[in-house]
């Protein structure tokens, strides 16, 4: 975290055990999730720098993204899944395979998951039945 009046660093938040490769950020900028070469996916809260982490993939966590206005969040993984995760929770609400490694992933507008994958796919899933924060 930077200080951009002062260009300055403020706090970097360390826990993974091998490199980080995609990082969220939820809406109300108060937290931040992050996945990585170790499988896992950290969910840290800006303002203690505490985290909880989540046994998430098989393989390296490349993408995460919040689901705005609820307690969610979707990873994609080297596993070829995408995962639906309650922030609560280290049990995946639901999951999906696709036939390649994903790469990307985001949450648009009426809870629309978007991902890209390794063969250069965007897939398009919409989340039902998942209750506002």
Do not use: Y
């Amino acid at each position: 975290m930077w200080d951009l009046d002062d260009c300055r660093e403020i706090r970097t938040l360390e826990g993974h055990t091998a490199a980080v490769t995609s990082v969220g950020v939820s809406v109300d900028g108060q937290w931040i999730a992050s996945g990585s070469e170790d499988k896992t996916l950290k969910i840290w809260e800006l303002t203690t720098g505490r985290s909880k982490t989540i046994s998430a993939h098989e393989g390296a966590v490349t993408a995460v993204a919040f689901v705005p206005g609820h307690s969610a969040i979707v990873s994609g993984g080297g596993d070829r899944t995408i995962r639906l995760w309650n922030t609560d929770s280290e049990v995946p609400l639901s999951t999906l395979t696709l036939d390649s490694p994903v790469r990307s992933c985001a949450v648009g507008p009426g809870l629309t998951v978007m991902a890209g994958d390794a063969s250069g796919g965007v897939h398009f899933l919409r989340i039902d039945g998942l209750d506002r924060n």
